[in-house]
């Protein structure tokens, strides 16, 4: 029995390689924050998995040498940070993934984000998408879907 | 003047005041907002358009931090030239305080009107803007707009003229209301601002006339869609009172292209049509502004 119990409990809280464990959370698409658009349209326009995969990384990257926010990155889990946020893309752009990362406002609770770190980092982004060569206003349909979140990530 | 002056300065005091107690966990930010979300400022020193008043606050700061931004603009027409220059304060992305001079030029026409020729009319406007609620930016989910109002103090400097002309005052104070939107998923900025006015030519020739010497309320429309980060281009109309009985008002539009150099510069080019100005008609050409903001 207690081999049985110990099994589950590591299995519960199976760490991903590289990754450092969190305190549990109940997993669910809905803790990405925004419903996925209709179609394969945008998923095409972010270049499926593989850009999805290059934007995330550069919009990591950006944020973690930011003069301005870079500080707020520092002691994360950036691995865990690029798995999530590229699930949680490719989940609202349709791309068929799920979601296994915590809610918006559990991930930010701690972090002391103001307005102008949210602008940094909305500026990040549109960087990362903008070396992939992201159509313009398929970038801003994709921040629209995105905008509701301020309200869980600016704290203060 | 002083009055006034020392009106503004309560002003600032109570605001400092009210924020010091927030300023505790709220740690004060210079700059930060997105580019062009500030506006550019416009024809009578308000973040906006070009000719219309918008509901964004200029500078850029956000609600932490208190940014501003000053702007010289010229506007070379068939006869005459307007040229103006100012500077506004954003508190808090909150409370927005402008003053710009206006300096319209009546080139040729002087000579022909017996005012000498160069002659100018000049106007000083003093303005205040309050977000009242709304996130133009922010707020996607909704269809709710940025909603903000606001008052210009404009004293206009030829009184003996003005009333000659038969304008009724040369001093008279606009109220509006102006609620902006940015439709994000379709890369549009929409606004309609209201203006309860009396101003003849925006007030260069004065407020109210021997036609009506009433409140009139007027129309600011502008539609602009967001070529990239920093581009705009986009077209204005924009209503006016016709109190004056010796020359027609008509409305006036422009059609503009707004690109942000960089964080704290911005130009603003555009095709502006004032229609009929003190009899001469066909006032059209360009509007050229620069505005730096921090």
Known sequence: MLPLLLFAAASAMAVPPGEQPVDPYSQSDANAGAAPFAGQGMWQAFHEQAGVNRIVDGFVDRNVADPVIGEIFRGQDIVRLRRTLKEQFCYILNGGCAYSGRTMKEAHKNLGVQMKDMNVLVVNLQRAMAAENVPFFAQNRFLAMLAPMKKDVVVR | MSLRRSCVLALLGGLALAAAPAAARQEM????????????????????????????????????????????????????????????????????????????????????????????????????????FGDAVYDQASWLPQVSIGAQYKHANRGAIIHAVGGAHDSGTDFYVSATKILLARSLVLDGTVRATKANQFGLLGFGGDRHDRYSAQFEGSAALLLTRKLAVGGELRTKPDNLGFAREDAAWDAFTAYAMTQNLSVTAAYVDLGSIATVKGQRGAFLSLQASF
């Open chain 2, 29 to 132: 930010r210079a700059g930060g907002k997105l580019v062009l979300t500030n506006g550019v400022s416009s024809v009578d020193g308000a973040a906006g358009g070009g000719l219309a008043t918008w509901a964004l606050i200029g500078g850029n700061e956000t609600k932490d931090g208190i940014g501003g931004s000053a702007h010289v603009t010229y506007v070379p027409l068939a006869d005459y030239s307007l040229a103006s220059y100012g500077a506004a304060i954003g508190i808090m992305d909150r409370v927005e305080l402008s003053y710009t001079r206006q300096v319209f030029d009546t080139h040729k026409v002087g000579t022909a009107l017996g005012l000498g020729k160069g002659f100018t009319f000049d106007q000083d406007v003093f303005g205040t803007k309050i977000r009242l």
